[in-house]
RNA sequence: CGGGGUGUGGUGUAACGGUAGCACGCAUGCUUUGGGUGCAUGUAGUCCGAGUUCGAAUCUCGGCACCCCGACCA
């Protein structure tokens, strides 16, 4: 894409009211617009952003036998009420709106409901099961404080999948399934180096529910840390008790703060009783699926991945969730810089690599350069009249790293040795 | 929801109760071309509503919005 016609543009100063780093880089270089507190909107760099990250969670959730499904985000409330989560009291967030044709309609803050109500049209039969429906949608939370930017909103993605398994067995061995898969969605984004499984409250149906919790200053859970092994406590069931369930000991645990970056529950048959979800076993019997549920916020991972990855210049983001693979930045109007820059650009396109190029005419070049910065893509491809001269361009990494001046002819391998 | 704070052009900021000013941006022209170039001219503002006062950005009350701490976060 041209960087003279993308409509977002970067600003040296972050609004007042903006006081996270995240929000405040993430609006400084045009990625997101703050429409309301806790609600942010995807300008086109921010969006590739957000679909990248959904991509990879996507790629990983198919592999795993997921099948993705978007469900509606309205809601009706006698769907909720079978299950006891339509009243203010039981569910404290929901947005909730009536209708002009009568009765009442809410926004979903979670999809538990509508899943089970479906899967109970379409599963009959053991050989029905199991099942991984998954999907990405907007959730909706009625929050009383949003704060930290873009990683606790009102209204924000999340991917959630939901198993439906014949057996507790059978359920254990998605829910580690799904455990894994978690893992490697957090590599690939670039943050599975701090991220930890993290022991949770589960509610009824199991002792505990399992986050993944990134280290990270700005998280707002306190976890009790044991790098050695691994995992990690989360500070709401932190008691000897639980200690010694899990083989831990004090002495070795870690104060740390860390954001959720991802959740995962066993339900039990809690939704598929109360909504009637049944199938029939090879026994004749009639029975409900074993539930679970596993949820990934991407606005929040997006959030995080800007405020852990950035410096003093602006963001730096890793390659897998760029919004370009390439910078390719014009260091001057000269004709001859231009049309090189043309000729790598159409290179690089015809090579499958996704390039931003700065061809902006009226920019100075501090001011491009300080743009490239800011806006963070991994690989800045500069060409100006002094490199050209040895028809040579200058590689640079925006994490940091010596420049690379690299004939213009053997641009594209030395590029995609780099992303 | 409890506590605290803040609302001034698009953005960041100044102004004792007395002419709303500065910087960035944007527009026009010139200038400059390897780290936000310089100059000139122009553009645009006191969150909303009451009240006090000769006079309100400034004081009072109400509303709305935003931020922070806490509580909350299947």
Not at 172 to 190: D, H, N, P
Not at 313 to 339: C, K, M, N, Y
Request: proline share 4%; with cysteine.
């Amino acid at each position: 894409m041209r960087q003279s016609s993308l409509f977002s543009t970067t600003r040296r100063e972050a609004p007042r009211d903006e006081t996270s780093r995240n929000a405040q880089l993430l609006i400084r270089a045009g990625f997101v617009h703050k429409e309301l507190a806790g609600v942010y909107s995807f300008l086109p760099l921010g969006w590739r952003v957000l679909r990248n990250i959904m991509q990879i969670i996507r790629e990983e959730m198919d592999a795993i036998g997921g099948q993705e499904v978007h469900l509606s985000a309205l809601q009706s409330r006698s769907l909720w009420e079978q299950t006891d989560r339509w009243s203010d009291e039981e569910v404290d967030i929901w947005f909730k709106t009536s209708l002009n044709a009568g009765g009442e309609a809410g926004l979903a803050p979670t999809h538990e409901e509508p899943i089970t109500a479906i899967m109970r049209e379409h599963i009959s039969s053991y050989r029905d099961l199991p099942q991984l429906p998954y999907q990405i949608q907007l959730k909706f939370r009625n929050e009383l404080r949003a704060r930290s930017g873009l990683m606790r909103g009102r209204e924000f993605y999340m991917k959630d999948m939901y198993t439906f398994a014949r057996t507790q067995q059978e359920h254990e061995e998605l829910y580690e399934r799904v455990k894994r898969a978690y893992f490697t969605i957090f590599q690939r984004i670039g943050i599975g180096d701090r991220t930890y499984l993290t022991f949770a409250s589960g509610g009824i149906f199991s002792q505990y529910s399992h986050e993944f919790q990134t280290v990270a200053e700005v998280g707002e859970d306190t976890i009790y840390l044991d790098r050695e092994k691994g995992i990690a406590v989360n500070k709401e069931v932190f008691t000897d008790a639980v200690l010694a369930d899990l083989g831990l000991e004090r002495e070795r645990l870690e104060e740390v703060r860390a954001v959720e970056v991802g959740n995962i529950f066993s339900l039990g048959t809690r939704f598929s009783e109360a909504l009637q979800c049944t199938f029939r076993d090879q026994d004749g019997t009639l029975k409900y699926p074993v539930m679970g549920c596993y949820g990934i916020g991407p606005n929040r991972l997006m959030g995080l991945v800007a405020e852990l990855f950035s410096d003093d210049r602006g963001l730096v983001w890793p390659s897998s969730i760029a919004p370009f693979a390439v910078h390719l930045i014009s260091l001057s109007t000269e004709a001859s810089v231009q049309e090189t820059a043309a000729t790598i650009y159409r290179d690089l396109q015809s090579h499958g690599i996704e390039v931003l190029w700065d061809d902006r005419t009226e920019a100075s070049v501090g001011e491009k350069l300080a743009d490239a910065d800011l806006i963070g893509i991994p690989v800045q491809i500069r060409v100006g009249p002094k490199s050209l001269a040895e028809r040579r361009a200058e590689i640079v990494q925006r994490k940091g790293g010596t420049p690379q001046y690299v004939p213009i002819g053997e641009l594209i391998p030395a590029v995609e040795a780099l992303v």
